[in-house]
């Protein structure tokens, strides 16, 4: 099958004044296949039949894989803790001193779950057809706090930044390597690029340990065909709006710990901009009144930006209620509806 151009998908998508929902939507499908998460996370068929499932039962205007963070640092020899029903969790700490950082060696793509995620990937892509496939993988910055551990690694990149960045070298070459996998052997339109932990830092030291790595991420891998979404769900965006901008992803996506109305201004009007539904307190643990009274909120704040598209804050949670996401959607077409769209 020939792949979609994706510029011109996101093109079409800014062009389009009713646009659909773009929530980060994996792990809730086991509620519809019957799996649990652990079979979700190690078992590629499982994984792609959930996504299909899930393009079966909602309007979303991509499918998009689940940000399980766990991959990247298991594939370098990360103790991983694998739960029936809830997800993935590293356990400690791999990379302590400069000789643990000298002696890291790249993994290959296949080892840990790697493949999984990639054949997993490759089977949604050849079964989903009527809207892109994206595939998640973890920011470089996320996978060195992981294998260096979350707290240490903030305190690593102001007493041990040599060493930091020989991790994140390392962690760079892996993900590029990982991305072009998916590119080379997949249907998938691109990936989201999940970097949670750059919302924890100062815009100096994001200057100096995320941006330039993720940049030459997007570089090597970005093309009509393929193309990445930047994920950042910290509070500091509107201070590092320019340093996003610089990465040159086709698309943000931002958490709800910021007001959409915010950093939507400050972003190219010609990327995508997606957030912000609060994964948890919505998506869990709302009701659907409270769904569709957030969901217009944050359209009503930014629908006057075209390149604004509604979605989850984050990824969305195994447990999430059905209820709720049905709100997510029904909101969308009313808040459309409402304006003669």
Not at 85 to 98: F, L, W
Not at 202 to 214: A, W
Not at 221 to 230: G, H, K
Not at 252 to 265: E, K, L, R, S
Request: hydrophobic content about 40%; proline content about 5%.
């Amino acid at each position: 099958m020939a792949k979609r151009n994706m510029r011109e998908w996101k093109e079409n998508v800014i062009a389009t004044p009713r646009k659909k929902g773009a929530p980060v939507l994996t792990f809730p499908s086991i509620q519809l296949t019957g799996a649990t998460v652990k079979q979700l996370v190690t078992d590629a068929q499982t994984q792609a039949d959930g996504m299909k499932f899930l393009t079966e039962r909602t309007p979303s205007l991509a499918a998009m894989s689940m940000m399980d963070l766990t991959v990247e640092a298991e594939a370098c020899g990360s103790e991983i803790r694998l739960p029936e029903n809830d997800v993935p969790a590293t356990i400690g700490e791999m990379i302590k001193t400069r000789e643990d950082a000298e002696n890291m060696k790249v993994p290959e793509i296949g080892a840990g779950r790697t493949q999984i995620f990639i054949d997993a990937v490759k089977k949604a892509s050849e079964m989903i057809t009527d809207r892109p496939v994206f595939a998640g993988i973890a920011g470089p910055y996320t996978m060195a706090g992981r294998l260096i551990g979350m707290s240490e690694m903030m305190m690593a990149c102001m007493r041990e930044p040599e060493m930091v960045k020989l991790v994140m070298e390392k962690c760079t070459e892996f993900i590029t390597k990982y991305a072009l996998a998916y590119k080379e052997n997949t249907n998938a339109g691109g990936f989201v690029m999940a970097e949670p932990m750059m919302g924890l830092l100062s815009p100096k030291l994001s200057r100096e340990f995320v941006t330039p790595y993720c940049k030459r991420i997007v570089e090597a891998v970005q093309d009509e065909e393929f193309v990445v979404i930047f994920h950042n769900c910290g509070g500091n965006v509107t201070k590092i709006a320019d340093q996003l901008i610089e990465i040159n992803a086709e698309g943000y996506h931002f958490g709800n710990v910021i007001d959409m109305a915010d950093i939507c201004p400050m972003m190219p009007a010609d990327k995508l901009v997606m957030g912000n539904i609060d994964p948890a307190n919505q998506f869990c643990f709302g009701t659907a009144e409270s769904m569709k009274s957030d969901t217009k909120a944050v359209m009503e704040s930014c629908h006057q930006y075209p390149n604004f598209v509604i979605s989850s804050g984050c990824d969305i949670g195994p447990n999430a209620s059905w209820e709720c996401i049905d709100a997510f959607y029904e909101a969308i077409d009313e808040f459309y509806t409402e304006r003669g769209l």
